[in-house]
C-alpha cells in the first residue's frame, strides 16, 4: 500500500494547496477584477474538459496518453478542485434563475456520482474477493441457469422420488434459482436470506430419509452457488451501473454549459 | 450393479513411433552407418534396444535444395544426422525475419496508430490481403504430408549471407535439443537429394548414455560452442582467468530431469487435476551431502523443504539461477562445522542443468569471490521441521498460498504474465477494450483465470520463458520477436495446424476463422474456413506498451515476469 499511500498524500496536498491559493486569490481578487467571474467561469471550464477527456483517453487506448491510473488520479482529485471552482464561480452563493439551477443541479449530481463511485471502486472489490468464486458478468445468466437446471433434475426431475424435496424446490427454490435475487441485501452485506433458506433445508433434513438428506445435501450446495452468483451479481452491477449515470450526466452538464457561455457572451457584449 | 471397468494396456514409451513408417530396411541401413555402426549395441539395456531406438526415435526425411530445415530462434526437440547430400548453414549475417516466416518488427507509424479509430469498426478478425501475403522470398509446398518452406531466391540468399557447407554424417541441433535453448542458426538443404536423419530428444538422451564416443561428441560440441560463454556470463565466475575458466568448464557436469513434453503431461494432468509435486523428478535431496553447486541452464525447479510428511515449497528458482552454493561456501569457510544441502530441488517440467562439482569449487572457484560476494555462513542449519525458513524466501514474501498456487500452475514460466489484483479490480473491463481497441476489435485475452486469495493469472499470453508453444511450428509462424523478446504469430505464414494451440499449456492461444476486410470469411478450394492462430502480443507493435496495463485506472492490472517474485511482492505490497 505504499505507492497507493503516496498517491493519496501528494494529491491530497496538491488539492489543499490548490484550494487554498484558489480561496487566497478569490479573497485578494474577487472585488478587484472587472471580469473575475469570466476568469473563474473559463477555469472552471478548462478543468471540466480536462475531467471529461478521460473518458476520450480510454476510448484512444491504442494512442500513448499515458497510463490510465494516472488519469484517474488527476481526474480524482482535478474533480475535488472543479467543486471549489464552482463555489468561487458562483461567488459561494445560490444560483439564480432556472437554467443556473439546472447547471448547478447538474453539476452536483455529476460530482455526487462521481464520489460514489469512487466510494464504490475503492470498497466493493475487495468485497469480491473475500467472498471469493470469481466470476466474469457476462456469464452470470448461463452459471444461473445451470444451476437452476441441475437442481431442477435433482428435485423434480425423472429420477427425483422425493414429493418434500420437490415441494420444497417448487415452493422456495424455483423463483430464487431462476432470477437475480436479494440485490440490495447483497450490497448491504446481508446473509438473512441465505441463512433462512438453509434453516428450512437444515429443516427437512433432520427429518428426512437417507436419500431425501443426500439430495437436500446438495441442494444446500446450489443454493450457497446461486447466493454467491446473486452476490457477485449485485456488486459488479453495482460497479458498472453509477458510471451509466455519471458519464450522460456530464455531457448533458457540457451541453448546458456550452449554452450557459453562449447566453453569458450573447448577454454581455462579449469577453472584455 | 457391478462397476464397470476398463482394462488398458500400459501406455509404453515407443506406443507412438516418431515415423511409423520405419521399417526393418531403413534401421538396418542406420546401422551399417556412421556414427551408428560404430556403436556397440551390448552396451544399451533390453529395455531401451539400439535398433529400436533408431526405429521408435527416428525418422528419415529428404528435402529439395533451398528448404528450410531449422530456422535461428525456433526452438525443437529434435537433433539432425546428414545422411546423404548436403545442407547449408547460414553463419552470418542471420536471415532477414520475413524469409524465416516472421513478420518485421516495428512500430506502427503515426497512420497505422490513428486508423485505429475507425478500424475498430472492422468485422471480428477481419485481415488485409497485405498482412495475409507472406515474404515473395519464401515458398511453401506440401511434401510427405508436412509443410516445407523453401528459399525461393537462393543464389542471392547465398550472395548476402556468409554460409557454410555440411556435408553426410556432420551432426546439427543437438544443443538446442538437449538444452532446450533456441536454435543458434538457419540451416538450409543444399542439395536436391539431401537425406537426413531427424532424432527426437529422448533417442538422442539414450544415444549419449550408452554410447561413450557419442556422448563425448556433444559435451565437447556444447563446451566449444555454449559452454564457455554462459560460465562467463555468469556472475560468481567473473573473477577467474581463463585457465581457471578452462578447469570449470572441463569439471562440469551435464545433466537433465523431467519430461521434455511436459507441457503436454501437465495439460492432461491439470485437467484431471491431479498435479503432484511429489512426482516431480528429485535433483538434490535436503540432507545429502554437498557435492556441487547446480546452475540451471534451462527451465524450472523447485526449492522445497521437508514438513510434517511431505514437502512445502520455499521458492522456485528459473534458468541462470544456483542452487546450493551457501552450503559450499559454509563448508569451505567452517570447515569444523560442515553441513549437508539445506534444502531439496526437484525438477518442474523440463529441467537442464550443469553441477560443478564442490572440489573445483573450492579449489578454483571461491578463493576467487572477494568476501563480499560470499554468502554468509548457515547459522541454523534447519534439521527439524519447525525451524522457520530463511527470510530471503519466497514463500515468506508473498506467502505460502500464493506460492503454491504459482507453481502448481507453473505461471513462474511467463515473462509476461497478466497478474490481476483483485481487491483494487472493479471489473470494469477497461483492460479488455483497450486490447480490442488496438487489435482492430479482437480482444486477445480473458480477463478470467484461475486465483488464489487477492491475486488472479488472466487467460492471456505470458510470453514463456520456455514457450513450449514454439515447438513443432512447421512454417515458424510462431516466434520470438528479435527486439524484446516477445512471442508473436505471423499470420501470414500461420497455416492453422494448431500445433502452437495444443502445445501451450495455459491455453492462451485461440484458433479463429478469418475473414477478409469486407468481414466474408476466407475459405480454401474445399471452402474450409481458413483459420489461424491468435494470441496476445504485448501489443508488440504499439507504442507504450501493453495497453490492458496501461488502460486499468486502479493500477490492479499488470504484466510480470513471475520468475521474479520481489517484483511480485513489490507490487502486492505497493
Redesign the interface.
Known sequence: ????RRQFIIGMLALVAATIGVLWLHCKFHRLLPDYSFLTGWGLFASMLVLTFYNAR???????L????L??QIHIYLGFFTVVLFAVHLNFRLPQGWFDWILATLFALVSASGVVGLF??RF???R??TRGG?V??EKIPALRHALRDEAEELSVGPDAKSPVVGEFYTRRLASFLSAPQNTWRHLVESRRFLNALLAEVEDLRRTGSESERTALDKLAVLIRQKDTLDYHRAL?LA??IW?FVHIPLTYGLLIFTAAHIVFVFGFSGGAR | MAALQTILERPQRWDVAFDPNMDDAAVDRLLATAPFSSMQADKFPKRTPLREILRNDARILRFRKGEIIVRQGDYGTSAFLILNGAARVVLKPDLPPALLGRRATGKKGIWRTLAQIWNGWRPPESISNERLTPDAGLGARQDEAEVRVFLQDLPRVLDQHRTEQMKSGDFFGEIAALSRMPRTSTIFADSDDAELLEIRWQGLRDLMKYDDALRSHINQIYKERALASYLRATPIFQHLDKAQLDRVAEAVEFATFGDYDWSGEYKRLAQAGSVRPEKEPVIINEGDYPNGIVLLRAGFARVCQKAGGGERTLNYIGAGQIFGLAEIAHNWRAKDKPIDYQYSLRAIGYTHLLIIPTRVMEEVVLPSMPKSELPSLVESPQKTDDLPPPESVARDKIGGEVLEFLTENRFFNGTATMVIDLDRCTRCDDCVRACASTHDNNPRFLRHGPSAGRLMIANACMHCADPVCMIGCPTGAIHRESFAGQVVINPATCIGCKSCFNNCPYDAIRMVEVRDEAGEFLVDQESKPITKATKCDLCVENWGGPACQRACPHGALTRMNLNNLDALTRWLKK
Open positions: 500500500m505504499i505507492r497507493f480510454k476510448k484512444l487506448s491504442f494512442l500513448p499515458g497510463n490510465s491510473e488519469w484517474l464504490l471502486s466493493l472489490p475487495r469480491l474477493a470469481e466474469l458478468f459488479q460497479l458498472k458510471l
